[in-house]
């Protein structure tokens, strides 16, 4: 079973895809995701500090995949060795 893992949308951003990751990970729409961290930052005042802290911290999804098929690679290296049978 594949677990989901939080990434920054490197298909769906505006400035880091830090909203398109959010809205991908919970099945969101990335308009109501943006439109909701608009208002947090204009009405109470949300610091956009944390924007760019989650854009700096959070992996994007490319590094994500690309991680994933080097271990899955790997893996698969790994189960193909046999042990040499001399005769």
Same mark, same amino acid.
């Given at each position: 079973m594949s677990q !989901? !893992? #939080?990434?920054? /949308?490197? /298909?769906d951003r505006v400035l880091g895809g830090v909203l398109g990751g959010i809205a991908d990970y919970f099945g969101w729409d990335v308009n109501i995701v943006r439109l909701a961290f608009i208002i947090l930052t204009v009405f109470c005042h949300f610091n956009v500090m944390?924007? #760019?802290?989650a854009w700096i911290l959070i992996p994007d999804d490319q590094h994500i995949a690309s991680d994933k098929n080097n271990h899955d690679s790997h893996a698969d290296e790994v189960r193909d060795v046999t042990p040499d049978q001399e005769d």
């Open positions: !989901k !893992k #939080f990434a920054r /949308s490197t /298909s944390v924007y #760019f802290l």
